[in-house]
């Protein structure tokens, strides 16, 4: 295998020679003091890695081997494509283009902005990361001359906070995965039935700090909020903040019990004898928007990206125009606070202008065969209208973020085992300071991966292998002819089962980076056995920073 990098760079041409050893010292030379902050992160990473120190030089020239940026659009790296889709950020996409030429001598990182920067030093850290080990104990990383560039200008993450509370520090840790992995979006899905974890919309006492409340109804207070999104800035990450109405409302009612007409909480029958539960917000009441507006203008003061995620997904037990009228009143909302609105693909029942977007996440799935008849007549019904909301997006036409569930959704269940302990004690984990004994009671030993497998992943879904998981292209995914319209990719990961942060990267490893390399990687991304090899050797990258991963059988750990 040439490389381990992920998502696969769009050429990676090895040269000829033995490439560029580190050695220890070795000066990286920048120009922009702009720059500092990123290239002093990748030292640190490196470091952290690798045990290589590196030497960051503003501005002065050096001799010896080293590791040069230059920060200005040129040559080979104006005939790569641009990215296709929509910015999170807004306006025009960042210019993630850059080069990399390394030889015995030196490294040369070339890149138009901060963020091209940025993923060339990500490339290269990979590759140093998952160099095999030299005789000499240097790091060397293999000859090569890459071009590299993002097929969307949209790759993300959905992450449910709601159904689980994850901490400020968990999701730091998640924002670093994604910049691993190039991934610029974090789409946090902040309230559910089960949980408001917004400081915004509480009574006017609880609204103030976060405090200690009661176990199951944490919330961030502004402050962590604001500093998520600082933080992830600092990483090139977006955060897409999602408040979800008008369905799924249950947490807010029960914060806000004056917002009940009387006929918002209701049990609706799919099949007659099997009552299903249901609250939802009612238009007819002044006080939802009143409510609904300042939650709006609350959410938008402190993440100063341009879209605001308005849910809007499975509106149980609502009647239809009730939906359309309260949809269409939102989107009103939020375009007069200056945002664009998104929601998920049944948004698209409320009518579509051409500036809404959808995330498209319903396309036909298997059902495992335990699943009883009434919640198959649901999803079946479901399915029926979802088609025709991605029908009625694509002839207005709008932009559409790809999310497909049998692809995209990280809580499907793994379908094959996980790889047995005897390998583990010969996968070399000993580099990653996990001596064989120790794996026994880790998160890596085969009795707690036995456990995650049994207790995570919706039942619903019927099971895939990653190797499925990995089977798609974005540009296919509305169906033939529709490329155009796809405007970015998210992985989606929902908490209705899982307990804490192992269970969700667990989850989230190794399939997000295969979302990854298919929102990055031009099409098509590479069959599933380059990716497998390449994912074999991230995983001692992960064991590295304590991340908890699925170590399926059908990948040879390395
Ligand atoms: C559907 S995806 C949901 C979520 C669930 C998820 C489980 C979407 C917009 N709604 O409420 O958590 O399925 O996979």
């Known amino acids: 295998m040439e490389h381990a990098v992920i998502p696969a760079p769009f050429q990676f041409a090895v040269a000829s020679g033995p490439g560029f050893a580190f050695p220890p010292g070795t000066a990286i030379r920048y120009a922009d003091s702009g720059l500092t902050a990123v290239v002093e992160r990748f030292c640190a990473q490196l470091t952290r890695r690798t045990g290589v120190r590196l030497a960051p030089v503003l501005g002065a020239a050096a001799d010896g081997p080293s590791v040069t940026i230059e920060l200005r659009a040129a040559g080979a790296l104006d005939e790569l494509p641009g990215p296709a889709g929509l910015s999170a950020a807004g306006g025009d996409p960042a210019d993630e283009r850059y080069s990399l030429l390394i030889d015995a001598g030196r490294v040369v990182l070339r890149a138009a902005e901060p963020a091209g920067v940025a993923r060339g030093l990500t490339t290269l850290l990979q590759l140093a990361a998952t160099a095999p080990a030299t005789?000499?104990?240097?790091?060397?990383?293999?000859?090569?001359?890459?071009?590299?560039?993002?097929?969307?200008?949209?790759?993300?993450?959905?992450?449910?906070?709601?159904?689980?509370?994850?901490?400020?520090?968990?999701?730091?840790?998640?924002?670093?995965?994604?910049?691993f992995y190039k991934l610029n979006v974090l789409h946090l899905h902040l309230t559910d039935d089960q949980a408001w974890r917004l400081p915004m919309g509480r009574a006017a006492t609880a609204s103030v700090t976060a405090g200690s409340p009661p176990p199951g109804d944490d919330f961030y207070s502004e402050d962590d909020l604001r500093a998520l999104a600082a933080y992830a800035a600092g990483r090139f990450v977006t955060i897409v903040p999602?408040?979800?109405?008008?369905?799924?409302?249950?947490?807010?009612?029960?914060?806000?019990p004056e917002l009940n007409t009387g006929r918002n909480e209701v049990d609706y029958e799919v099949l007659p004898g099997h009552p299903r539960h249901a609250v939802w917000l009612d238009p007819e009441l002044p006080a939802t928007f009143e409510l609904m507006e300042q939650v709006l203008?609350?959410?938008?003061?402190?993440?100063?990206?341009?879209?605001?995620?308005?849910?809007?997904?499975?509106?149980?037990?609502?009647?239809?125009?009730?939906?359309?009228?309260?949809?269409?009143?939102?989107?009103?909302?939020?375009?007069?606070?200056?945002?664009?609105?998104?929601?998920?693909?049944?948004?698209?029942?409320?009518?579509?202008?051409?500036?809404?977007?959808?995330?498209?996440?319903?396309?036909?799935?298997?059902?495992?065969?335990?699943?009883?008849?009434?919640?198959?007549?649901?999803?079946?019904?479901?399915?029926?209208?979802?088609?025709?909301?991605?029908?009625?997006?694509?002839?207005?036409?709008?932009?559409?973020?790809?999310?497909p569930l049998p692809y995209c959704y990280l809580d499907v269940p793994y379908a094959e085992p996980p790889s047995s302990g005897a390998a583990l004690a010969d996968a070399g984990l000993a580099g990653a300071g996990l001596a064989g004994s120790a794996l026994a009671g880790s998160a890596l030993g085969h009795a707690a991966q036995a456990d995650r497998l049994s207790r995570l992943g919706l039942r619903v879904y019927a099971p895939r292998t990653v190797a499925e998981s990995f089977g798609w292209d974005p540009g296919?995914?509305?169906?033939?002819?529709?490329?155009?319209?796809?405007?970015?990719?998210?992985?989606?990961?929902?908490a209705e089962a899982i307990t804490g942060f192992d269970d969700l990267s667990f989850l989230l490893l190794p399939r997000l980076p295969g979302v990854a390399d298919k929102a990055w990687s031009a099409p098509p991304s590479g069959p599933w056995p380059a990716h497998r090899d390449r994912l074999a050797r991230h995983g001692r990258l992960w064991a590295q920073d304590d991340l908890t991963y699925f170590r399926a059988s059908t990948v040879n750990w390395g």
């Open 135 to 179: 005789d000499a104990g240097e790091v060397r990383v293999p000859a090569a001359r890459i071009l590299d560039a993002p097929r969307y200008a949209w790759r993300g993450l959905s992450l449910d906070v709601a159904r689980t509370f994850f901490t400020v520090g968990e999701i730091r840790r998640v924002i670093d995965l994604l910049e």
């Open 242 to 256: 999602e408040i979800d109405t008008p369905g799924h409302a249950t947490a807010l009612m029960r914060l806000h």
């Open 297 to 403: 203008a609350g959410v938008a003061a402190i993440f100063p990206g341009p879209y605001l995620h308005i849910g809007a997904d499975e509106p149980r037990g609502m009647p239809d125009e009730a939906y359309t009228s309260y949809v269409r009143r939102l989107r009103r909302l939020v375009r007069a606070l200056g945002r664009r609105p998104l929601g998920w693909q049944e948004a698209a029942r409320a009518g579509l202008r051409p500036d809404d977007v959808i995330q498209f996440w319903l396309t036909g799935f298997d059902l495992p065969p335990h699943v009883k008849p009434h919640i198959r007549a649901q999803v079946e019904a479901e399915l029926a209208l979802a088609s025709r909301d991605v029908e009625a997006a694509v002839s207005v036409p709008v932009p559409v973020i790809v999310s």
């Open 476 to 494: 296919e995914a509305l169906g033939p002819g529709r490329a155009g319209q796809v405007a970015g990719v998210e992985a989606a990961i929902w």
